[in-house]
């Protein structure tokens, strides 16, 4: 099964900063179409997940453009630019090209 | 407006059953694949099954692999999860998710709970 690893775990960033979250996974992402099927999401205290970016850097839409994907292979990144009070949560990348899906471990994000 | 509304969750003992509902709106439910998510208190999120928009590919988590089985009614535009042999380690939230595009779940029901205790 394909592993997605997350880093930071815990991510404390004082407002209006940048943040930068790394994914990482055991094996390529490139499914056999050609696209590369890995998504952000973000889960705010008591809420459900969200989807922020798919496909590596596709923004969905009212997703604020501080929020942007990067990233190819088995490396990626969500950077957060500018950092607000309703970003607080926890943040999770998650591989969609291999059965079974896998989320990473979740990064938290706190105000610094 | 889309939506996604589960139901079904609650209070069961180990080796019990639940079955899980969810119903949409809002969008051409016969046109998409879907997921059941878990997650534990506490813990991240775990996607253990997965339904194609005709019934024809179904995917399970090794965790629940033989026990939870998937199905969907597109004419009630309704998504189900029957669980057999509750666990302990089965409590979590479940929430049902749209898959669009492929490999990503954009949409999100507000989730119900199941405890097995």
């Known amino acids: 099964d394909v592993v997605v690893t997350q880093s930071p775990l815990s991510l404390p960033v004082p407002l209006g900063q940048s943040a930068s979250i790394s994914c990482r996974s055991s094996q390529s992402l490139v499914y056999t179409d050609g696209n590369t099927y890995l998504s952000w999401f973000q889960q705010r205290p008591g809420q459900s997940p969200r989807r922020l970016i798919y496909?590596?850097?596709n923004r969905d839409p009212g997703v604020p453009d501080r929020f942007s994907g990067s990233g190819s292979g088995t490396d990626f990144t969500l950077k957060i630019s500018r950092v607000e009070a309703e970003d607080v949560g926890v943040y999770y990348c998650?591989?969609?090209?291999?059965?079974?899906?896998?989320f990473g471990q979740g990064t938290k994000l706190e105000i610094k | 407006e889309v939506q996604l509304v589960e139901s079904g969750g609650g209070l069961v003992q180990p080796g019990g059953s639940l079955r899980l509902s969810c119903v949409v709106s809002g969008f051409t439910f016969s046109s998409y694949g879907m997921y059941w998510v878990r997650q534990a208190p506490g813990k991240g999120l775990e996607c253990i099954s997965y339904?194609?928009?005709?019934?024809?590919?179904?995917n399970y988590a090794d965790s629940v692999e033989g026990r939870f089985t998937i199905s969907r009614d597109n004419a009630k535009n309704s998504l189900f999860l029957q669980m057999n042999s509750l666990r302990v380690e089965d409590t979590a939230v479940y929430y049902c998710?749209?898959?669009?595009?492929?490999?990503?779940?954009?949409?999100w029901g507000q989730g119900t709970r199941v405890t097995v205790s």
């Open positions: 496909k590596v850097s």
């Open positions: 339904i194609n928009s005709i019934s024809r590919v179904i």
């Open positions: 998650m591989q969609g090209t291999h059965w079974p899906r896998a």
């Open positions: 998710a749209r898959d669009y595009p492929r490999g990503s779940p954009d949409y």
